[in-house]
């Protein structure tokens, strides 16, 4: 089993940032690979980025270049570093995680985008 926790989520100005965390109950050594979706109203949940036990990275071509995801094994936490924020980013973003063939969702942090 595997608890995760996202936290940063909020009301953001278009052009603005926010930094997304989420925190595993136990070491992320184990977990592989791990990654942030978004759900936006009306629309189908979706990658936004994703990370291997490793460091690969790959990112939605939508938010490439403008997305971070990263991940510290020592905190057990993985990160999302939003920048140049997009009304159409707006959603619920999930973290997910894969352990021993089972994956596992977090509750969900809202991003807000707008003016």
């Known amino acids: 089993q595997v608890q995760l926790v996202e936290s940063g989520g909020g009301l953001v100005q278009p052009g603005g940032s926010l930094r997304l965390s989420c925190a595993a109950s136990?070491?992320?050594?184990?977990?592989?690979?791990m990654g942030w979706y978004r759900q936006a109203p009306g629309k189908q949940r979706e990658l936004v980025a994703g990370?291997?036990?490793?460091?690969?990275?790959n990112y939605a071509d939508s938010v490439t270049g403008r997305f971070t995801i990263s991940r510290d094994n020592a905190k057990n936490t993985m990160y999302l570093q939003m920048n140049s924020l997009k009304p159409e980013d707006t959603g619920v973003y999930y973290c997910?995680?894969?352990?021993?063939?089972?994956?596992?969702w977090g509750q969900g942090t809202q991003v807000t985008v707008s003016s």
């Open positions: 990370i291997t036990s490793t460091g690969t990275t």
């Open positions: 997910n995680v894969a352990f021993r063939s089972q994956y596992y």
């Open positions: 136990r070491s992320i050594f184990s977990l592989n690979p």
